[in-house]
């Protein structure tokens, strides 16, 4: 007999959003993401901790394109990690920069500040300032402003959906509708209201029934993408790791649920990979993800 749960049940939220306790070798995982991320910064061109905002936290590391002819605009990829909004840090994730930089992208890692000091809707618009900072100034650095992808793991996976609806209109009468071409969500969440109940993540969030709302885009109407002055249409693909947890896996459909197969026309979970090691197959020339991502930046 199948064991039917409440989607408020506390235990059983429990083991289904808490990754650590999912993966025990998890630590190993964080241990090789910050030593290759060592390595990133000490044997690429970067300019670490550049401003992208007023508050404290709010900076980014840009890693220029390698290998390009002078004079032409490389794609962006602005990677935001993961971490449920309340842990980790961009410097364990300058790894990711290495996959691309070498292959031709202007890769882009921004900081953001962590709950509870802050709420999620906060670092919501942190990043909307952060990529508005791209689109401005990464002319500079070599990046292409009108091709920017936005991609994200698990908390950053959440956010890179969210600057896929913003209203950059409102935000800067200098920026286009679509600021963001494409996005890539690996291990996303997208419905915030079970984490307002699960218990080993809520009293850092504090989310309110408001702030779910705010800040769950599986709620919102799909994004108007389409740029009628250059006739591109942006989209999203959603990715998790195949022997993630069952909420994980429902998580990742919600998008291509309520956006549709158009604005999401990838939704899949990869064999055989866990809530770690599915962000490590984004570097990973032989995986599909990482094809998916670059076929993202050239689109």
């Known amino acids: 007999m199948t064991t039917q749960h409440k989607p408020t049940d506390p235990a059983w939220l429990d083991s289904q959003y808490?990754?650590?306790?999912?993966?025990?070798?998890?630590?190993?995982?964080?241990?090789?993401?910050?030593?290759?991320?060592?390595?990133?910064?000490?044997?690429?061109?970067?300019?670490?901790?550049?401003?992208?905002g007023v508050e404290p936290g709010e900076t980014l590391d840009v890693f220029p394109a390698q290998g390009r002819r002078s004079g032409g605009l490389a794609p962006v990829l602005?990677?935001?990690?993961?971490?449920?909004?309340?842990?980790?840090d961009k410097s364990d994730h300058s790894f990711v920069a290495?996959?691309?930089?070498?292959?031709?992208?202007?890769?882009?890692?921004?900081?953001?500040?962590?709950?509870?000091?802050?709420?999620?809707?906060?670092?919501?618009?942190?990043?909307?300032?952060?990529?508005?900072?791209?689109?401005?100034?990464?002319?500079?650095?070599?990046?292409?402003?009108?091709?920017?992808?936005?991609?994200?793991?698990?908390?950053?996976?959440?956010?890179?959906?969210?600057?896929?609806?913003?209203?950059?209109?409102?935000?800067?009468?200098?920026?286009?509708?679509?600021?963001?071409?494409?996005?890539?969500?690996?291990?996303?969440?997208?419905?915030?209201?079970?984490?307002?109940h699960t218990p080993f993540i809520r009293d850092s969030l504090k989310l309110t029934p408001a702030q779910v709302k705010m800040a769950s885009p599986a709620g919102f109407a799909a994004p108007p993408l389409f740029d009628e002055g250059t006739g591109v249409r942006g989209t999203l693909a959603c990715v998790a790791g195949g022997d993630e947890s069952s909420e994980f896996l429902r998580?990742?459909?919600?998008?291509?649920?309520?956006?549709?197969?158009?604005?999401v026309p990838v939704c899949e979970a990869l064999p055989g990979l866990n809530h770690f090691s599915v962000l490590e197959a984004l570097v990973d020339p032989r995986h599909r993800l990482h094809r998916l991502a670059l076929g993202l930046l050239r689109a």
């Open 78 to 88: 602005v990677f935001i990690h993961g971490g449920y909004w309340r842990s980790l």
């Open 98 to 196: 290495a996959g691309f930089a070498r292959k031709g992208v202007c890769v882009v890692v921004p900081n953001y500040a962590l709950c509870p000091a802050v709420t999620v809707p906060d670092i919501c618009l942190q990043m909307v300032r952060a990529v508005a900072w791209v689109h401005r100034h990464i002319a500079v650095h070599g990046g292409d402003p009108a091709r920017i992808t936005v991609a994200g793991h698990s908390a950053g996976g959440h956010l890179a959906a969210m600057l896929l609806s913003a209203q950059w209109e409102a935000v800067g009468a200098d920026l286009p509708v679509s600021v963001v071409r494409h996005a890539l969500s690996i291990s996303g969440l997208f419905d915030l209201e079970p984490l307002r």
């Open 251 to 263: 998580q990742n459909t919600l998008l291509r649920q309520a956006w549709g197969e158009q604005v």
């Open 18 to 52: 808490n990754n650590r306790a999912l993966v025990p070798g998890h630590a190993a995982h964080f241990e090789r993401w910050a030593s290759n991320s060592a390595v990133a910064r000490r044997t690429l061109p970067c300019l670490l901790d550049l401003a992208y």
